[in-house]
């Protein structure tokens, strides 16, 4: 058992760890106010190769594995979380690009997603509905060398920043539930797409967003897999997210943290830093335990999908338990600050709104619950 990194993801760790630093964290706050991603910034990522660092070489990845790509999106997050949606989007839905897509297709989007050059993001919510992903009745119908695109996909990150969208569309019956379920990648530019944007608490750099699709033409050639297999596709792309959405979460927490431990030394109360006052730094304590838990659950996650191995429970802890833990560790750091803290000028505040979202976007704690029970003793544990 090695909990080391390797020479190399040491070295991409600290490429990753300075350039949020000296390109990322300065600009955290300007980036929430502008209400989008630098362009500039996300094209700068992909210079370096932190952007989808376990796609094919051929697709401008690095051709690494999942714990080194969970190691860039933990650099990330710590300067801002926000931007680091671009490693989890892209680098995902590369995955299931290069996996499903086209040759031509994977060719063509792939580089142009690595180089930070364009977002892909997800169409999977519904408006009457988000955690029966199953039950989604956008609708794909064949018309000739076409599908035809119909209905409304909701909660959609960064949909008013992407250039393209894995969407999810029934070609089958409702009857067929998940069997009847395709995937497609589409040009966000084509004729009858339309978008709006959700009034969000926090991840505002990133946006969330409603997608209209009223009779769009979309090729065969961008759709993912065959027939049915769109559902299939996406949930296994789910066991890597989560875990990567857990060191997500961490960054933000581990810089909150950093800031706090700093602050209780120099902060005085009756002539002595307030970290001479054990009410202070015990519950402090306690989060860096909680900290290192969470971040092992993390990369052992992403460990045991490089060796192949079963991690749909693992994935699932990682996404209820994490993003739980990384705000209450947060709220725990804006407190400690006193009033100085729940100033806006800090920016635990905005920590603390960007990871409450990441409790209900993919999948909320009830269903990972769900999903842990059903990995432990079958489908009796799930209710239908």
């Given amino acids: 058992m090695d909990f080391s990194f390797t020479e190399e993801q040491q070295a991409i760790r600290e490429t990753a760890q300075r350039f949020a630093r000296d390109r990322i964290a300065l600009d955290y706050k300007k980036r929430e106010e502008a209400g989008c991603l630098n362009r500039r ?9 932190l952007i989808g660092a376990d796609l094919p070489e051929e697709y401008g990845g690095l051709g690494t594995d999942a714990v080194t790509a ?7 997050a710590h300067a801002d979380l926000s931007l680091s949606y671009v490693q989890l989007s892209n680098g995902l839905m590369g995955r299931i690009i290069a996996g499903h897509g086209q040759p031509e297709v994977a060719r063509e989007l792939i580089p142009r997603m690595t180089g930070g050059e364009i977002i892909v993001g997800l169409g999977l919510t519904e408006p009457r509905g988000g955690s029966d992903a199953a039950g989604l009745v956008v609708k794909a119908s064949r018309n000739g060398e076409n599908y035809v695109l119909s209905g409304e996909k909701t909660s959609a990150s960064a949909a008013d920043q992407s250039e393209h969208m894995v969407v999810l569309a029934r070609t089958g019956t409702v009857e067929q539930g998940a069997g009847g379920v395709t995937a497609f990648v589409v040009p966000l530019d084509s004729p009858g797409v339309n978008l709006s944007r959700i009034d969000d608490v926090g991840t505002v750099a990133i946006g969330r967003g409603s997608v209209f699709f009223d009779d769009v033409q979309v090729p065969e050639r961008l759709r993912l897999g065959g027939e049915g297999d769109g559902f299939r596709l996406i949930m296994n792309g789910f066991d890597y997210s989560r875990a990567l959405i ?14 706090t ?16 006052y054990q009410g202070v730094t015990q519950p402090l304590a306690e989060a860096e335990t909680l900290m290192e838990a969470a971040r092992l659950l993390c990369y052992k996650t992403l460990w045991l999908r490089d060796r192949g191995l079963p991690h749909t429970a693992e994935a699932a802890m990682c996404k209820w338990w994490v993003p739980q833990v990384t705000f209450d560790i ?8 006193g009033h100085y803290g729940y100033a806006k000028d800090l920016p635990h505040q905005q920590r603390l709104r960007d990871v409450l979202g990441l409790q209900i976007g993919d999948g909320t704690e009830q269903i990972q619950k769900m999903v842990i029970a059903r990995e432990k003793i079958g489908r009796v544990a799930v209710p239908y």
């Fill in 41 to 49: 910034t996300m094209r700068e990522m992909g210079e370096l190769g």
């Fill in 330 to 337: 947060i709220q725990r750091c804006l407190i400690t600050h």
């Fill in 261 to 276: 431990w700093e602050y209780v030394t120099q902060r005085q109360a009756f002539d002595k830093p307030i970290a001479t």
């Fill in 70 to 76: 969970g190691i860039v999106i933990e650099a990330i």
């Fill in 246 to 259: 857990g060191l997500q979460c961490l960054g933000p927490a581990r810089a909150s943290l950093e800031e």
